[in-house]
Nanobody, 128 residues
Framework: QVQLVESGGGLVQSGGSLRLSCAASGFTVDDYAVGWFRQAPGKERDWVSCIGSKSVSHSPYYRDSVKGRFTTTTDKAENKVFLQMNNLKPEDTAVYYC???????????????????WGKGTSVTVSA
């Protein structure tokens, strides 16, 4: 059974950093594209980042508002995907989710958010 579990969220001051983890089971993270999404209070869920499988393109993609601040990596030994978030801003406050779908090895489809497997999310709060 394919499962994803996020962790690493918390409360941080503006300008601070957090590293989110997405632990995968039932599949190998480097074999499929994995996306990070976030949903701020009262807003729709947005795509944040995606990293494709190593068989296609392992270069991560980011939404414009997080480019240069967020970095997505994978660790095959731990079977995890990480989202390193630096220089956090209050507008980054949201519940962060990782997601995947066995249909996608690249990020083109992942960014739509129409995916089969989602974690339960981890909350990030950035104070001003």
């Amino acid at each position: 059974q394919v499962q994803l579990v996020e962790s690493g969220g918390g409360l941080v001051q503006s300008g601070g950093s957090l590293r989110l983890s997405c632990a995968a089971s039932g599949f190998t993270v480097d074999d499929y594209a994995v996306g990070w999404f976030r949903q701020a209070p009262g807003k729709e869920r947005d795509w944040v980042s995606c990293i494709g499988s190593k068989s296609v393109s392992h270069s991560p993609y980011y939404r414009d508002s997080v480019k240069g601040r967020f970095t997505t990596t994978t660790d095959k030994a731990e079977n995890k995907v990480f989202l390193q978030m630096n220089n956090l801003k209050p507008e980054d406050t949201a519940v962060y989710y990782c997601a995947t779908d066995e249909y996608y090895t690249d990020c083109a489809g992942v960014t739509t958010g129409i995916l089969d497997v989602w974690g339960k999310g981890t909350s990030v709060t950035v104070s001003a």
